[in-house]
Each structure stands twice: as C-alpha cells, then as structure tokens.
C-alpha cells in the first residue's frame, strides 16, 4: 500500500467513521485532502463530521484550493 494515496486515507476515514472514532476519521479526511484537495467526497464528509460535532468555526483551510466568491453581497 503506499501511504501517499489519497484514497488510501478516504478509506480509512470511513471505516473509522463508521466505527465512531470521530478524532480518528478527522484526521485521516484532513490527510487525504492534504493529498488532493480536490477529493469532493472527503471535503463533503469532513464537513458533516464537524458539523455533527457542533464544530462550525474551525477554518478548514487547503493549499492551492481558492475559496468560492459568494453568490450574493449584502
């Protein structure tokens, strides 16, 4: 196995997430999207992993990936 994969870490991500261990699968998403933020499905399940927790301020930052400009300006 190489441990460069980005799937390899999404993977695992679930299988702790399944197994509730939450810290464990929060990092292993953080990881894989380390390895190629563009991996829509470990940002989407790292986002509902936090959201679960109640944790909506932590900044989840990516390099290389720009944030969207917003639709509406107030």
Known sequence: ????RDELHY???VLMSA???MPEA???YR???ELNPAHAEA???LGYLLARQRRYT????FPGVRA???LFRG
């Open 11 to 13: 993977n695992y991500a």
């Open 1 to 4: 196995l190489n441990p460069n």
């Open 31 to 33: 990881r894989a999207l």
């Open 58 to 61: 932590v900044p989840l930052r």
């Open 68 to 70: 969207p400009r917003p």
């Open 26 to 28: 929060a990092g292993a």
């Open 43 to 45: 940002n989407n399940n």
């Open 19 to 21: 197994q509730n261990r």
